[in-house]
């Protein structure tokens, strides 16, 4: 398999990885249920995963449009080099 197969299948996989952290970004901390009491601890430990969540989602998504434009980048070099 070929590098720039690898890549879109990583990028594939790295942008279904964003979606996942965004649902863990968006689940309530606090939940509406008056017998489940949080501890500050709990509490803390979730608010730092969720910021993490959100920290990690932008580092991919950064890598990820990297990336795809180095891809695009190599194909519009390749194309134009054919043409000569």
């Not at 434009?69 to 134009?80: C, H, K, M, Q, R």
Request: hydrophobic residues 40%; glycine residues 2%; aromatic residues 2%.
């Amino acid at each position: 398999m070929k590098s720039e197969e690898l890549k879109k299948k990583i990028i594939e996989a790295g942008r279904k990885a964003v979606e996942q952290l965004i649902k863990v970004a968006k689940e309530d901390i606090i939940k509406h249920d008056p017998e489940d009491e949080l501890a500050a601890d709990r509490l803390k430990n979730a608010a730092a995963t969720k910021k993490l969540a959100v920290f990690d989602a932008f580092d991919i998504l950064n890598k990820i449009d990297q990336e795809q434009e180095n891809i695009n980048l190599s194909n519009n070099t390749s194309s134009i080099l054919k043409n000569l």
